[in-house]
């Protein structure tokens, strides 16, 4: 079967380039054809577009203002070129995208690709708070012949709108069918009339081994600093509870502290990884001793490789959604350290992997299944 799929995957993010990965390997593995549609719109590539300013933010009142921030980003944005290297690498390398790059819903509809099936998803392609959640590409709107259907899309933001619950109603409707990442998307999908699945995201469909094989493909220059016992961070925002809970954390177990950071340096990490690639993300995860993070795909492949998570909601982004469901998935939810009371007993948890792995293999069963409804 010929397949295409259609996701975010160039905002140099981890989770984005990885699941992309995930999902058109899976596909393969099975026999089948598969390509990702390299959509490219706008607004996926503003990271490096110097020009462009937020216009609902402070920074575009006035011409002073525009230029000032233009100036800044430049500045800021040249300290990530060497992460910027590595993903592009990753993402042109590693995903089997299409010869035709389309960068609007226009392009995709003056010249549509071909196929037998198209799946949309996975990750954050139905947040109407960001611009792909507003797009009719991810929707599968250019689509004239083929099935249609979504594996592991996200809403994240539960509190759509009614003309936009209208409107995603009225795509969805001619799905042969809809997956969503959360349980909360299920419930979501039944106030608009649409049946759907709560499955696993697409990292969980390749199995811990070949994750092994996948970071351990390649060389790397820092392989002595994974000799160490160390705790990872990955935090987004500077979180300051993170901070507490991992010097503590770190203090107990007798663990140094190693971060990725993609713009600023943890202060109190002594080892600082700027220029992380995907590949270098899943490695670090793989050989540290635990993980702490604000970050849902840093904590689904802590979960792959039993490695003790714990997980700080997201302030600046209403996407918690998220990390509250794949907790929920594996029975732990006690991991989201969201009170105080959960914190102090967080620092001696033991976790029952055996019971995380029959969590897992149910819902990655239901999760296949779903996808071989598909003929796939």
Avoid at 42 to 58: A, C, G, I
Avoid at 74 to 94: C, I, P, Y
Wanted: aromatic content about 14%.
């Amino acid at each position: 079967m010929k397949i295409k799929t259609i996701t975010t995957w160039a905002d140099y993010n981890y989770g984005a380039s990885l699941q992309a990965y995930a999902l058109t390997t899976f596909l393969k593995k099975q026999g089948h054809d598969v390509e990702m549609i390299n959509y490219l719109p706008s607004y996926q590539t503003r990271m490096y577009d110097y020009m462009w300013v937020n216009p609902e933010s402070k920074a575009s009142r006035n011409l002073i203002t525009r230029w000032i921030y233009r100036v800044a980003k430049f500045a800021q944005r040249m300290t990530t070129l060497g992460r910027k290297k590595v993903f592009d690498e990753f993402n042109f390398k590693k995903l089997p995208l299409t010869p035709e790059c389309y960068h609007s819903f226009e392009d995709l509809m003056n010249n549509p690709p071909k196929a037998d099936l198209f799946i949309v998803g996975s990750d954050q392609v139905w947040n109407v708070l960001y611009d792909a959640g507003k797009d009719p590409s991810f929707y599968l709107e250019f689509v004239n012949e083929g099935k249609k259907a979504s594996y592991a899309a996200s809403f994240s933001f539960l509190d759509i709108d009614v003309d936009n619950r209208k409107r995603i109603a009225k795509s969805l409707s001619s799905f042969d069918g809809v997956a969503v990442r959360e349980y909360q998307g299920c419930k979501l999908l039944q106030t608009m009339g649409i049946d759907g699945i709560w499955v696993l995201d697409p990292v969980f469909l390749l199995s811990v081994e070949e994750w092994n094989n996948f970071v351990n493909r390649d060389r790397y220059d820092y392989a002595e600093l994974l000799k160490e016992s160390y705790l990872l961070i990955y935090d987004f925002e500077g979180n300051e509870d993170i901070k507490a809970f991992a010097i503590e954390y770190a203090k107990r177990n007798n663990l140094k502290i190693y971060a990725i950071t993609d713009k600023y340096p943890l202060r109190y990490a002594v080892k600082n990884f700027k220029t992380a690639g995907p590949v270098d993300f899943v490695r670090l995860i793989a050989n540290s001793k635990a993980f702490i993070s604000n970050s849902f795909h840093g904590t689904a492949f802590s979960i792959i490789f039993h490695k003790p998570v714990f997980v700080f909601n997201r302030h600046r982004h209403k996407v918690n959604s998220r990390m509250e469901s794949l907790l929920t998935a594996f029975d732990l939810k006690d991991c989201l350290l969201d009170s105080e009371e959960k914190k102090n007993v967080a620092i001696d948890k033991h976790f029952y992997w055996k019971t995380v792995d029959k969590n897992k293999e149910e819902m990655l069963k239901k999760s296949i299944e779903y996808l071989r409804s598909l003929n796939v």
